[in-house]
């Protein structure tokens, strides 16, 4: 049975951090390469952070240079580091795994940036 199991977010102040983990269960993790995509209300889903099988990564325009994303392969873990939070990073972030024709998506965890 696929789990991915977010973990980390919560309500923070402007300009403050969280670490959002996903750990993964029942995929070969080291194949996969690991998402983030962020929902906010009334709008679609968007990719916030990618990074490969490989290890090479990337983060869209509006969190560049606040945002980062790493993994554990040895842990079966992703996580997204993010820092100078926004009001506007308010959202549903979710956890996906994609390998071929094989997508999986994690439950969700809510980040909610206000004062």
């Known amino acids: 049975q696929v789990q991915l199991v977010e973990s980390g977010g919560g309500l923070v102040q402007p300009g403050g951090s969280l670490r959002l983990s996903c750990a993964a269960s029942?995929?070969?993790?080291?194949?996969?390469?690991m998402g983030w995509y962020r929902q906010a209300p009334g709008k679609q889903r968007e990719l916030v952070a990618l990074?490969?099988?490989?290890?090479?990564?990337s983060v869209i325009d509006s969190v560049k240079g606040r945002f980062t994303i790493s993994r554990d392969n040895g842990k079966n873990t992703v996580y997204l580091q993010m820092n100078n939070l926004k009001p506007e990073d308010t959202a549903t972030y979710y956890c996906?795994?994609?390998?071929?024709?094989?997508?999986?998506w994690g439950q969700g965890t809510q980040v909610t940036v206000s004062a």
């Open positions: 029942g995929i070969t993790f080291n194949l996969y390469n």
């Open positions: 996906n795994g994609r390998w071929i024709n094989y997508d999986y």
């Open positions: 990074i490969l099988s490989s290890g090479a990564a």
